[in-house]
């Protein structure tokens, strides 16, 4: 009993760096109806900061401006500490007012996109500002000295204090909301803006103000925990970043006790699982700690579905349109034309770049059908990518299933891991969809990428992949001591015209109607006699299904899968890439390939712009996010709207000279 409770008191730490995030969360809601989805990755530049200021410099995020201002010295504790949370401040606000304020009414799926595009830029700028040094130590803070709690129980003394100042933040919070005049004018704008407005509060002034409150609390609580942690790009952006959604869900994004109290318990029962997996053999060796957030966050969405808080605004801003889908001869000739003329005429640099522009595409295709057509979120993409991945090389490997069998199923393999990630679809969609697909995609990504009995020996190069060969014909990139054949680019761009068209067939069938029907309101489809249960599992299917097939095309050009091609970051990319380049149509898919990171734009661009790559993830970040706040067409949908209109400018010109 005596290690369980020492196992317990151990998390309490972890514990309170997610409870604090799910704090600044519930902040952040109260005040401007936004889950935040990177609160983690702000949180982390600001201890960042403090980090460098007691190495004697202060780093400037922004491109093109030096990097640190240099001290020469630490400038103490005292200092760092106070200009890192001014840093956090400033951050929230500027956040708040150039992303957020224009989004105050656009959809859901646009507020996640920005967020997505926001963790992009952050870890970008630490892993560009930090080169080499994005692992660091920090000098403890809080006292360290082990505690005897009973004669055989001691625990080190620090995670006990930021347990307590967590606590006396929420306390600080709870107060707040209750007694001071702010802070009821803030719940009534979380029910209701019109509620600030009579309380004679600004909706804008509320919404900043949480957004400051939100990332200094959570800065704060970042810099008193580095020591307790090795502080890197991903610490506080992604691994305590589930667990703290599914603490502020809890709340209902609402409530600060429920909020902080389940942040705690997760810790807790994340190190609890420690213990369990040197104890008792069956417990499973991977993914349980990360399966934990999952299931509050499944649970909490099966008991209370549509009850979960929607922000109380009434939004003018329509989801992106849906254009029809004109298959021709042409459309479809002339860009295989050319991705085929450019594999054989250039380089193999610039034919890796098509090749990613080609994968990035399929993956695309499949939050057209799932979040274009549909209008459901997914963060888990590349998750039922990986999947795939993984069965392609105990199939083709152990089983010796040929080509192309073994691809095919390995992407039903993928459906069916998308069924089960996507079934809480049928009770939530929007941003409550996105938060379970991204801690579905965690646990996957931990409990299978990282498992040994599905990898293989990590020191041989992980699972193998081989070529795809049908009868005696070769398509593999690598055939004896030829590298990077055309023949492979060929192989993809034939994959992605099939699924093109499958996907376009969709959007002008019946069964592409219905989807519309279900994403446009569900309630009016179920009227008309729609089947939306069948609908919803029918695009998560299908989808799922296509993300696979890429799973299957990423595995084939590194002839072997790792979790590192399949990660969370790379769903949350697949998701900004498509968004950007238009995620409602097959030509927005293309485009998003074209667009996406390593693709043949930025490799263009970088041969005209030197020293551009370095920059391009940053870039693509901020893309998303103007693209969110300007154009939620994306860049095709802006060029079919610019076509249009120019069109119908012709035909009024001729109208009137005929008059």
């Not at 099966?302 to 029809?324: D, H, I, T, Y």
């Not at 809480?424 to 990428?449: D, H, K, M, Q, Y």
């Not at 489809?525 to 029918?538: D, L, Q, R, Y």
């Not at 930025?602 to 300007?630: C, D, H, K, P, S």
């Amino acid at each position: 009993m005596t290690d369980y409770l020492f196992y317990l008191l151990l998390g309490s730490g972890a514990g309170a760096i997610i409870a604090a995030l799910g704090l600044g969360m519930v902040v952040t809601y109260q005040g401007s109806g936004v889950v935040n989805f990177a609160a983690g990755s702000m949180a982390m530049w600001g201890t960042y900061v403090y980090a460098e200021l007691r190495n004697g410099a202060y780093v400037f995020p922004i491109p093109g401006l030096p990097d640190r201002y240099h001290f020469g010295e630490d400038v103490g504790f005292r200092w760092a500490m106070i200009l890192a949370l001014l840093t956090a401040a400033l951050l929230g606000l500027v956040v708040y007012a150039l992303v957020f304020k224009p989004l105050r009414q656009a959809p859901a799926l646009a507020k996640v996109v920005a967020s997505v595009g926001l963790i992009i830029v952050f870890i970008t700028l630490v892993e560009k500002r930090f080169e080499g040094l994005t692992a660091m130590r920090v000098a403890p803070i809080l006292p360290r000295e082990p505690v005897t709690i009973t004669g055989n129980l001691t625990v080190p003394r620090d995670g006990l204090w930021l347990l307590a100042v967590v606590i006396a933040l929420a306390g600080a919070l709870w107060m707040a909301s209750k007694f001071l005049r702010i802070g009821l004018a803030t719940r009534a704008s979380a029910e209701n803006e019109k509620g600030a407005v009579l309380l004679g509060y600004s909706p804008d002034f509320l919404a900043s103000l949480g957004w400051v409150v939100s990332t200094v609390v959570a800065t704060f609580v970042a810099i008193l925990a580095a020591p307790q942690v090795q502080l890197n790009p991903t610490i506080f952006t992604l691994a305590f970043l589930i667990p703290a959604l599914g603490s502020a869900l809890i709340g209902k994004f609402q409530n600060y006790w429920p909020t902080l109290i389940t942040g705690v318990l997760i810790g807790m029962g994340q190190s609890i699982c420690t213990k369990l997996q040197n104890e008792i053999s069956w417990f499973p060796e991977y993914g349980a700690r990360e399966g934990i957030p999952f299931l509050v966050i499944i649970v909490t969405m099966v008991v209370l579905g549509e009850r979960l808080p929607e922000r109380g605004a009434v939004s003018n801003w329509k989801l992106p349109s849906v254009p029809q889908a004109n298959v021709t001869v042409v459309s479809v000739t002339i860009p295989i034309v050319l991705a085929v003329i450019g594999l054989f005429a250039f380089g193999p640099l610039w034919r890796a770049a098509l090749m990613t522009t080609v994968i990035a595409s399929v993956l695309a295709l499949s939050l057209v059908v799932l979040t274009g057509f549909g209008g459901q979120t997914s963060l888990a993409q590349m998750a039922f990518a990986g999947v795939a991945g993984f069965a392609l090389s105990k199939l083709a490997m152990r089983y010796d299933i040929p080509f192309p069998i073994a691809p095919l199923l390995a992407a039903f393999g993928a459906m069916l891991f998308g069924l089960l990630v996507g079934f809480p679809a049928l009770r939530v969609r929007s941003t409550n969809l996105a938060i379970i697909t991204l801690a579905g995609g965690v646990t996957i990504a931990e409990f299978v990428f990282k498992n040994p009995a599905v990898i293989g020996d990590i020191e041989s190069g992980g699972a193998k992949i081989p070529n795809p060969k049908l009868g005696s014909w070769d398509f593999g990139l690598v055939f004896g001591d030829k590298v990077s054949r055309p023949i492979f680019g060929v192989f993809l761009v034939v994959i992605l015209v099939l699924l093109c068209i499958a996907v376009a067939n969709i959007r002008r069938a019946g069964s592409g109607r219905v989807m519309l029907a279900v994403r446009g309101n569900e309630r009016a489809a179920a009227a008309i006699g729609i089947n939306v249960t069948n609908v919803k599992m029918t695009m998560f299917a299908f989808s799922s299904f296509i993300a696979g097939v890429g799973g299957t095309l990423i595995a084939y050009r590194f002839g072997s899968v790792s979790d590192l091609s399949y990660g969370v970051m790379a769903s949350l990319t697949a998701l900004s890439v498509a968004y950007l380049g238009g995620i409602t149509s097959v030509s927005g898919a293309v485009t998003a390939g074209v667009t996406a990171t390593a693709g043949v734009m930025f490799y263009g661009m970088n041969q005209v712009i030197g020293g551009l790559g370095r920059w391009e993830a940053l870039i693509g970040g901020v893309l998303l996010i103007f693209t969110a706040i300007t154009n939620p067409e994306g860049i095709a949908g802006g060029i079919r709207l610019q076509v249009a209109q120019k069109r119908r400018e012709k035909e009024l010109a001729k109208l009137a000279a005929a008059t």
